[in-house]
């Protein structure tokens, strides 16, 4: 294998993946794929597991050392829930080798990269990342080589980036065939409130409406269309995974579920005064935008 | 064609479909394909549209005139938004045979069955169905002959059911794949709200909740992953359908409506409140019965 040392088509010697699941699974087979790195080393709590994400090559070896896992590691992926990302920073550091650069997959930025931020040493590096790429198929046995191509990944930098290793983790992405959005932090968590956290808190409460109905109508399971099942897909998802989201972007997620209660109210008082004609511009409106996507 | 005259192998001479759209072309393939009727006749608005529901073998025939349309009929399909339903049933009650069986694919029953059973005179019947096989891919140029293979088709009956209608039209529904489910039509009604109606609110507050933001953040439109594609999807509905659904349903809808605001301030105020292991229960348990289903 030629190993251009420098720019796009750098090669690493060791990446290391804290979290192989569908996110971390998916970026191992992509590393192996192209021939990012010489070596993918996978590290989790389950060696069972790990060893499943071997046998479909996301990773090369496995370890649930974390000291061993990381060590000599040119770049570490944490994919694992958002409020155990800077626990998993802090537990990494001492074994690092010098310009280690570590990044993550977590679905909100701006609180742990302020956590993060403040614990790291000038010689290794952070960049927060997110590719937006999840789904309520979770686990590595979900995980493709090809789940970021044509994807976004979103980089939040902070103030104190160091522009190379910033540069090295677009240059992977994009070998990913991913697209890179560079972003502040805050305008990514606040974006994401209503691309994400916002939807997925009505699918839970859509959950939750339907469950109360359905102890007492049996009838109910049976009588749900695509609709529904479209719109509740997400509610299937890791409970741990969100509660995280919803733990570290409160102040963004709060004030979207006051700007879609408002206009959830304003819906149901156009029904309440039969304005349906004003209600049929509304879902006109909705159409429109939904059908630009 | 062997034309068995009784029961399940029941043969029409001729049956209407009123809207050929995504719904009336797909009753109108399957009954062509299982041979339920010597003829098929497509009644709409637009002609051009009605010929080309030709050329897919939805209707042998079309037109654009209702009397000639219904003439001679066994039984008039109408799939029409459902306030125009009771519209067209007193249209075309002058020119229907003694005997014709009306049905109806509307969304919401006990108002228009009401409605609807006011008008009819002894020779002629109406049995209220509701097939859940609805989508945001409207037109006969979506529909397919086994679109209500294995999906339920509901029917509301009133207290003056003709017990024979009742069975031919369910008849033709399970020669169409269709599982059956008869059911009072609030109680139909009831279960829709929370199943269908509320959803599809929630939908529609999604989109404008993004809209708005995007209105003002261009990056918004790229950073949606497949969580917000699928709770959304269905916002792309036809606005006219949806309008009329929450017209005729608006009791139930807003009582359901009650109960998803309950359940939205609920998680609200546990994310004020940092009660997050609370939180972590309730999305569990919407991921539980998610997944049940």
Same mark, same amino acid.
């Given at each position: 294998?030629?190993?251009?040392v420098l720019g796009f088509y750098m090669k690493f010697k060791k990446?290391?993946?804290?979290?192989?699941?569908?996110?971390?699974?998916?970026?191992?087979?992509?590393?192996?794929?192209?021939?990012?790195?010489? +070596?993918?080393?996978?590290?989790?709590?389950?060696?069972?597991?790990?060893?499943?994400?071997?046998?479909?090559?996301?990773?090369?070896?496995?370890?649930?050392?974390?000291?061993?896992?990381?060590?000599?590691?040119?770049?570490?992926?944490?994919?694992?829930?958002?409020?155990?990302?800077?626990?998993?920073?802090?537990?990494?550091?001492?074994?690092?080798?010098?310009?280690?650069?570590?990044?993550?997959?977590?679905?909100?930025?701006?609180?742990?990269?302020? +956590?993060?931020?403040?614990?790291?040493?000038?010689?290794?590096?952070?960049?927060?990342?997110?590719?937006?790429?999840?789904?309520?198929?979770?686990?590595?046995?979900?995980?493709?080589?090809?789940?970021?191509?044509?994807?976004?990944?979103?980089l939040t930098p902070g103030k104190r980036i160091n522009k190379s290793?910033?540069?090295?983790?677009?240059?992977?992405?994009?070998?990913?065939?991913?697209?890179?959005?560079?972003?502040?932090?805050?305008?990514?968590?606040?974006?994401?409130?209503?691309?994400?956290?916002?939807?997925?808190?009505?699918?839970? *409460?859509?959950?939750?409406?339907?469950?109360?109905? *359905?102890?007492?109508?049996?009838?109910?399971?049976?009588?749900?269309?695509?609709?529904?099942?479209?719109?509740?897909?997400?509610?299937?998802?890791?409970? +741990?995974?969100?509660?995280?989201?919803?733990?570290?972007?409160?102040?963004?997620?709060?004030?979207?579920?006051? +700007?879609?209660?408002?206009?959830?109210?304003?819906?149901?008082?156009?029904?309440?005064?039969?304005?349906?004609?004003?209600?049929?511009?509304?879902?006109?409106?909705?159409?429109?935008?939904?059908?630009?996507?």
């Open positions: 294998v030629v190993n251009f990446i290391a993946i804290i979290g192989v699941g569908l996110i971390g699974g998916s970026f191992g087979m992509c590393i192996k794929k192209k021939r990012i790195a010489s +070596e993918v080393m996978g590290i989790g709590r389950n060696l069972s597991r790990l060893n499943k994400a071997v046998k479909l090559r996301a990773i090369d070896r496995a370890t649930i050392d974390m000291k061993e896992g990381v060590k000599g590691a040119d770049i570490v992926f944490i994919s694992v829930p958002v409020k155990t990302i800077p626990v998993i920073v802090k537990k990494i550091l001492p074994f690092l080798k010098k310009g280690c650069i570590i990044t993550d997959a977590g679905s909100t930025k701006a609180e742990i990269l302020k +956590e993060i931020e403040k614990m790291l040493s000038k010689n290794i590096n952070f960049v927060a990342g997110h590719p937006i790429a999840g789904s309520e198929n979770q686990g590595a046995g979900n995980a493709r080589p090809d789940l970021f191509k044509n994807a976004f990944c979103v290793a910033l540069k090295q983790i677009i240059n992977i992405w994009k070998r990913c065939g991913a697209k890179i959005m560079v972003m502040d932090p805050k305008e990514h968590d606040r974006i994401l409130s209503a691309t994400s956290h916002i939807p997925h808190i009505a699918a839970i *409460a859509l959950m939750h409406v339907f469950s109360d109905l *359905a102890g007492i109508k049996k009838e109910a399971k049976l009588l749900i269309g695509g609709g529904f099942r479209d719109t509740t897909r997400i509610a299937a998802s890791s409970a +741990e995974m969100w509660k995280d989201i919803f733990e570290t972007n409160s102040i963004e997620v709060l004030k979207a579920l006051t +700007e879609f209660k408002r206009k959830i109210t304003k819906i149901e008082s156009l029904i309440k005064n039969k304005d349906f004609d004003r209600l049929n511009k509304i879902l006109k409106h909705a159409k429109e935008v939904r059908e630009a996507l």
